[in-house]
């Protein structure tokens, strides 16, 4: 005889679970929990959010323009060190240690996007010249600080790090060039194969203008470098200000305020440019060039003269163990005369010319460097984020404000 209790059901479908109600605090664990790993897929793999630290893009962006990074616009990249700690670049936010591990790396690989890396897109990148850097002066350059006062020096000043690609600062700059494109900057202007490249309203140059002896009647919005002498400024003037500035009131005339001229290469080592061989390359900032971006698949000889212009790709970029010796050169292990590109590679400008550290000093950007395509600004303020928020700048797209 078989006895039921009253609790019991008599059949399969009548019998009834009763869940036991989660904690309060395992309920906010679990939707923490949630919201990291769902912020962490839609910044790796769609858009990032990203603040302009300083001016080298003016006046196209501005200081303190918050802006959205496409990762869709070029495909989105799979992390190459994947154990970091989420929503952090490469620093900690209290500590300021490593956010990341080392000890795992993944090859570079870029998932399907909209498209491909076009000429003039405004990029957000890894620092070409990042592998090394200053952990507490981020926006010193370690290589240009080497330069300036020797590596010893630098090295007992500061706290030197090494980073993998994907933990490299970012950039962002205006793509001039794309791969196989000719670069070439005379007095100041930029050639892209044999044409002027695109001249933007808001891309600024530094000037000397001349005054009659009287203060030069110029508007405040235009930025006043220095006095040099009682009749001659120094500016740093916008394309769509310019004709403004030659008419204003006691200006006399308004040049170019040159680095060198053609074919002089700077004497300071602070102001040598890429490829840093001031023997076989007279360039400056101003009159540089030509120089053909690499393209995958594309063979250039090796020789004491080009081996400058490759050598960072060679060894740095695309993994392979360079010797120099007796004039030859020997590609993990093996003598070789010519090279063959393994990647595309780019060539980014900012648009506040005379003020920004780009291409003409690091060289070429790999394309398992690109991180993404600036999309719009949503916010944007001055000196204070409660008193000079720029309105007319919020929710604008990029190709909108470079107008």
């Known amino acids: 005889m078989t006895f039921w209790s009253k609790k019991e059901t008599t059949t399969n479908t009548e019998k009834t679970t009763i869940k036991k ?3 309060v605090w395992r309920e906010w664990l679990d939707a923490g929990v949630f919201a990291i790993v769902a912020a962490t897929l839609i910044r790796t793999f769609f858009f990032e959010a990203y603040t302009i630290p300083s001016g ?3 006046g196209s962006l501005l200081i303190h323009d918050f802006l959205f990074v496409s990762k869709m616009a070029y495909g989105p990249r799979v992390p190459m060190t994947p154990l970091a700690v989420p929503l952090v670049h490469n620093s900690l936010p209290i500590t300021g240690g490593k956010s990341y591990i080392e000890g795992v790396q993944w090859k570079y690989h870029r998932l399907p996007g909209f498209g491909h890396v076009e ?6 990148f890894n620092g070409p010249a ?14 240009q600080m080497c330069r300036l006062y020797g590596r010893d020096e630098v090295m007992s000043r500061y706290k030197v790090v090494t980073r993998p690609v994907d933990k490299k600062e970012n950039l962002i700059k205006r793509c001039i060039g794309v791969p196989g494109d000719v670069i070439e900057v005379k007095n100041g202007v930029v050639y892209v194969n044999g044409q002027q490249g695109e001249q933007y309203p808001h891309s600024k140059l530094n000037y000397l203008v001349r005054t009659n002896g009287n203060m030069p009647g110029i508007d405040d919005n235009v930025e006043q470098l220095q006095k040099v002498n009682n009749n001659l400024y120094a500016y740093n003037i916008a394309n769509d200000q310019l004709a403004d500035v030659k008419k204003a ?7 170019l305020y040159m680095s060198s001229p053609a074919g002089v290469a700077p004497k300071e080592p602070g102001e040598w440019v890429f490829p840093l061989d001031t023997t076989n390359y007279k360039w400056n900032r101003d009159n540089y060039g030509p ?3 690499p393209k995958a698949g594309v063979t250039v000889p090796l020789t004491a003269q080009t081996i400058a212009l490759y050598r960072r790709i060679i060894g740095n970029y695309e993994g392979n163990t360079l010797v120099e010796q007796n004039g030859k050169f020997i590609i993990n292990g093996i003598e070789a005369t010519s090279y063959t590109f393994k990647m595309d590679y780019y060539w980014m400008m900012g648009d506040n010319r005379h003020n920004s550290l780009d291409s003409r000093y690091w060289g070429f950007v790999p394309e398992n460097h690109v991180v993404g395509r600036a999309s719009f600004v949503w916010l944007s303020y001055g000196e204070s984020l409660i008193k000079d928020i720029r309105w007319s700048r919020l929710f604008r797209s990029i190709h909108s404000l470079e107008k």
Do not use: C
């Not at 990042?130 to 010193?140: F, R, V, W």
């Open 21 to 23: 109600k989660k904690a």
């Open 56 to 58: 080298s893009m003016e």
């Open 119 to 124: 000429r003039n897109d405004v990029v957000v």
């Open 130 to 143: 990042g592998d090394t850097a200053l952990a507490d002066q981020p926006e010193n350059d370690y290589y």
């Open 249 to 255: 009131a006691n200006v006399t005339s308004v040049e």
């Open 291 to 293: 120089i053909t971006i």
